[in-house]
Structure formats: C-alpha cells, structure tokens
C-alpha cells in the first residue's frame, strides 16, 4: 500500500508514525520546514488519557491550573488526565526523525495545491489530508464553509516577561463582560519558563461572515494591562481559527481528513493536539483495513470523544447560560479543597457531575499508540 500524508503537524505525524508501525510506505508532505510557523499554547491536555508522556520537547508536566473568575481558584489535573507544557517545534521535529528513522519519506518546503492533490489520488492508494483548517481537500472538493459554521478564533503573543511567580502552573482566566453569544471565550498565561510564556485568548464565533466578533486585539491590550504585562517584550504574534465541530464527512474518495483538518479541536478549550494524534493512529488503523475500516472510521472516533463531548456539551451550556457570579460559584465549587463542597456543588449541577464521572469512569485503549 501507498499512503501519502499532507502536513508535518501532530496529526500527520502521529500517522507517520503508525503507519511506519505497520510497515506501510509512507510519503509525508510539509508545506514549510517541519515545526516551523507554530502558532499554539504549546499545552497538550491529555483529555482522553491515551498519550504517553512527550519525550524530547516536553518542558515540565503541569499539575495546577489556575482558574479565574471573579477569584483565582486552583485546580490539581488528575492522574487520569495528564497536561502537559512542550516546546513543539523540538517535538514536532523529533517526532519527524523517528518517523525517518523508520522509513517515513519527509518531503520538507512541498505544499501540496489543488492540482497536486488531484494527481497524488491517482498514484496513492490512500491520502491523509493532516493539513489543519481550511484543509486543501475543501478546496478541492469544495467544503471550506464547513469549518467556519462555528469555530474558535484564537490570538496568541509569545511574551519575554517575569512569570515567575505563576510556574510552574499555568493559568486560564475568563472573561466577565463578554456577551453568552461568544462564550467559551478566555484568554491564557501558559510559562514556557520563568521568563517567557504563551499569552493568547479565544472566543467562539459562529458563522463565516458573523461581523459580530470581538476585537482580541484589543482585548488583549486590556489583559496585558490587567496582568502587570504591558512592558513585556512580544517575541511573535499569531492568529488562527480551531473548527469545533467535526466536519459532516471525513472521507472524500481515497481522502481521508485528520486532526484539525476534520474539525476535531475542543469546542470548549480549543485544544486539539491530542485529537489530532488520535485521528492520526485511528485513520492509519482504518486505512490498513481497506474499505471495511474506512467505513468505521468516522464512528470510531465519535466512540472515542463520546464521553469528553458530552462533558465539554454541558460546561459549555453553563457557561452560555449562567451568569458571571454563579459560574464563579460554580469553578470555587468545584475546585475546593472539600470534598464535601465538590460534592455539594455536583448535587447543584448534577449533569455536570454525571459526564464528569462518564468522562473519569472510561478508559479506552488504542491498539498500536505508536509513540
Ligand atoms: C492560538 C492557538 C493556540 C492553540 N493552543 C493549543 C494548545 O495549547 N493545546 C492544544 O492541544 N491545541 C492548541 N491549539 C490547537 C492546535 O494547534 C491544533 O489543534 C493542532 O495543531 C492540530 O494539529 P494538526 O496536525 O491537525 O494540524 P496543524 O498542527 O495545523 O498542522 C498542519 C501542518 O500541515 C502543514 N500544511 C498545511 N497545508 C499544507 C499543504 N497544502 N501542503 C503541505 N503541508 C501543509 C502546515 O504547515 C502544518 O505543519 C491552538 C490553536 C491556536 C490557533
């Protein structure tokens, strides 16, 4: 079998990887140099509890997050859900080389257009399009709309400052005066070290030609002020968009869409690397399998994110639907020290502590996890 795979990102590499597992010759397609252009938190939120721990690249686990409402409140990550912060250029670049030294032919400075997409079908059994959103294969087969129905749009500075004072947590904090229509909307400090950090905000926006959008600019000239940062040092700035919802269809003729390419970023947090490592293997699995696996494809994912969906479904309605002083409430509640109050505050949102437990309570396996 022939498999190429559009972009270097986590989820065509993750599908590198798998698919060298398997013996299959891969061609892997990268429109820039491998870990260049990156524009992320650099935070990996294990939310299915299926990654190992990063190798090269990892800069520390993170085992706090601090939350802001009105307060700041601490929440300790589980053992079952691990986050991570990384540097993933180094990542992204050692995943590559592994997936060399396994055969993976890495095409660096390719970008694959329209045309050479058409002609790639002809002589690849299978595509993987892990070319993030909007994907080549929307263009091609003309469904870019589809990631702009609802999605999250996201503004991130890399800043030279002290944040001594906040590693080695990391810290998310939302916003109290922004309207329901865009929420989940907040903005984060993530320390790559005492000295430099990812500072970047999200809100949801809906529909491609919405006017109606805040200004994340502006805003984050507010935050900055707000946080003691506006004589920090910007490093870089970028802007990107996170589809979050999966698209309709995930499979055109022999392609095959990964990661953020088939709308897999959380809806709630905009995370989306360990979906796109997911999608990677599992697409890999189902390629192997010919068209009996291709036909589970979409399915089996769905069964993957059921739990996490479904949880990030009822904390996105609280957050549309509360107001700004009961969803405080709500984030002291559940992040006390006393069971007893958790407890109490699970009784109040009781849908909550259901898929919080649902999500918890399920452990899937992914057979072949190739790093
Ligand atoms: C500001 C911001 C912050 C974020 N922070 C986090 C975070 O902290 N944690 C988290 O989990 N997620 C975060 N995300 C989301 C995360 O970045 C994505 O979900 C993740 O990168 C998806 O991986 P991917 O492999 O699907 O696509 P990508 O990482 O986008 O990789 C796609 C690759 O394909 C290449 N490519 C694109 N088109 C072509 C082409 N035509 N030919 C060849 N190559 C091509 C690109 O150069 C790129 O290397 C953030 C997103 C944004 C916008």
Redesign the pocket.
């Known amino acids: 079998m022939k498999l190429a795979i559009?972009?270097?990102?986590?989820?065509?590499l993750y599908a590198a990887l798998a698919a060298a597992k398997k013996n299959i010759q891969v061609d892997l397609?990268?429109?820039?140099k491998v870990g260049e252009?990156i524009?992320?938190?650099?935070?990996?939120?294990d939310s299915l509890g299926i990654m190992a721990r990063p190798g090269r690249g990892l800069l520390r686990p993170v085992d706090e997050i601090v939350l802001r409402g009105r307060g700041d409140f601490t929440f300790p990550l589980s053992r079952h859900r691990k986050l991570w912060m990384l540097d993933r250029r180094i990542w992204q670049q050692e995943l590559a080389h592994i997936a060399a030294s396994r055969g993976v032919v890495i095409h660096e400075n390719?970008?694959?257009t329209k045309a050479c997409l058409r002609q790639m079908q002809k002589e690849y059994d299978w595509i993987l399009d892990?070319?993030?959103a909007p994907s080549?294969t929307s263009r091609l087969y003309q469904f870019s709309g589809d990631y702009f129905r609802e999605y999250l749009l996201?503004h991130?500075l890399v800043l030279a400052g002290d944040f001594s004072a906040l590693m080695p947590r990391i810290k998310v904090a939302f916003f109290s005066d922004l309207p329901s229509v865009f929420q989940p909307a907040y903005y984060w400090i993530?320390p790559k070290d005492a000295g430099r950090a990812n500072v970047?905000m999200i809100c949801t926006v809906r529909g491609a030609l919405s006017k109606e959008r805040p200004d994340l600019k502006k805003l984050m000239a507010d935050v900055l002020r707000a946080e003691g940062l506006a004589d920090a040092t910007v490093m870089e700035k970028?802007s990107?968009?996170?589809t979050s919802r999966m698209l309709p269809r995930l499979v055109h003729d022999n392609i095959i869409l990964?990661?953020?390419?088939a709308g897999l970023?959380s809806a709630l947090h905009?995370?989306?690397?360990?979906m796109?490592c997911l999608s990677g293997v599992l697409a890999v699995s189902a390629v192997s399998e010919g068209q009996i696996g291709m036909a589970g494809y979409e399915e089996n994912l769905k069964q993957y994110m059921k739990e996490k969906n479904a949880l990030e479904k009822v904390t996105i309605r609280k957050m549309r639907t509360l107001s700004f002083d009961q969803f405080d409430d709500l984030l002291r509640g559940v992040t006390s020290r006393s069971k007893f109050v958790r407890l109490k505050t699970g009784l109040r949102h009781l849908n909550m502590l259901y898929t919080t437990m649902k999500w918890f309570g399920t452990k899937k396996e992914i057979p072949d996890w190739p790093v």
């Open positions: 559009i972009g270097a990102g986590p989820g065509g397609f990268e429109k820039r252009g524009v992320c938190g650099e935070c990996i939120f390719k970008k694959i892990a070319g993030g080549i996201a991130q993530f970047g970028g990107g968009v996170a990964v990661g953020d390419a970023t905009g995370g989306g690397i360990d796109a």
